[in-house]
């Protein structure tokens, strides 16, 4: 089978090196073969780019054909249909079905925790504003640099931070510790063999290197956490970002959900599904906040469109496996996770035939968030101030055997 996006030639993806997406995307094409060159993006680039998808979120990918696309996972399914490249999905509907829920899982529910080690703590909220100040803020406004990591760092906190319900001492430990439950779940898996399903990466393979190479891998403070309670994962974010497909040719495809992921899926089942039927039930409501107890804890974060139609996508597939292989997935995400896989599918005409090159049409043609939200006045404001300023990035090729180096570094070496 073949589609209209995969083309011949070079791809660009627009991105930041540090960033949650864009790192899922590359590694994708690199494992896959996908022939790419990378744009760091700075401000204006990212302001006019948006316009071409609609959606204000990075990574950003414009195809041979001058095409643009977003959102990784339905960019990642699409290219999966196609028989041009080596599949990555599971042949058996069971497999498949829980690689693609664990990739959902890590896309969205480490989303706070990856925010929040970033964040929270001052080495690391240092390093990443000074980082910006030469990737995704430079060419916008005319700041000192100390005074623009200022603001940079206010706004990181106030929407990472503030806006996914971590407002007390209690939440930020709950937060800290998803991501040393995670830790300690991964390290006997990967110890055991190279991916999470076998000798082969699947889609939850990709999905987790989001979260886990550029920010818990890289940000000094889970960087240090992960190499001390969990070398073995460390160990395999170089071993995913250096695989290339003509390793994988000889390589066993995956038949089967070993049983040793069944702690994990239940992890991420017990808390995300639940989560996702409040977010959905406040989106039918009108609400602008999704309210919701997640153990002793109650939890007030801003409500996600995008994650209503995460939510779909998950019971679909779900709905799509015959009784036997439901069963089977019961076995590993549990009853009350089976319950919700098994429920009322909402999706509203507009979330329904998204593709990479289309995103919901939520606000009209408005350019909306990574998360369908509507912008706020701030937002909209720092879109206009440098929608108009020539973009100062270029296409690069970032392979070994290139002479590759960070913004920040010829930054440092011109001086």
Known sequence: MTNKIVQQGDYTIYGMFCSYFTKKLETYFRVKGIPYKFVELDAPGFAQYSQKVGVMQIPLVECPDGSWLCDTTPLIQEFEDDSRYLALRPKDPVAAFCSYFLEDCFDEWLWAPALYYRWAFQMDEIRRSEEFTYTIAANGFKFPRFLLRRILTFRQKAVHLKANGIVSPAHARHVEELYLDLLDLLQPILKKRPFLFGDRPCEADIGLHGPVFPHFANDPTSQEIMQVRAPHVFRWVARLWSTRPE????????????????????????????????????????????????????????????????????????????IEQQLRCSELVGEDANA?????????????????????????????SRHWQKKSWFERYLESSRMNNPSQRRPEIKEEGTDWLPIYFNHHRAK
């Open 340 to 368: 919700i896989l098994c429920g009322e599918i909402f999706c509203p005409p507009e979330m329904q035939n998204v593709t990479a090159a289309m995103p919901a049409k939520l606000a009209g043609d408005e350019v909306v």
């Open 247 to 322: 390793e994988l040719e000889t390589t066993a495809e995956i038949s089967s959900v070993p049983d040793d992921l069944k702690p994990l899926m239940q992890k991420f089942a017990g808390e995300y599904l639940p989560y996702l039927v409040a977010n959905r039930e406040a989106f039918r409501a009108g609400a602008e906040r999704t309210q919701y107890t997640l153990g002793s804890l109650n939890w007030d974060v801003v409500t996600a469109p995008y994650r209503v139609y995460c939510l779909a996508q998950l019971q679909q597939r779900y709905q799509a496996l015959n």
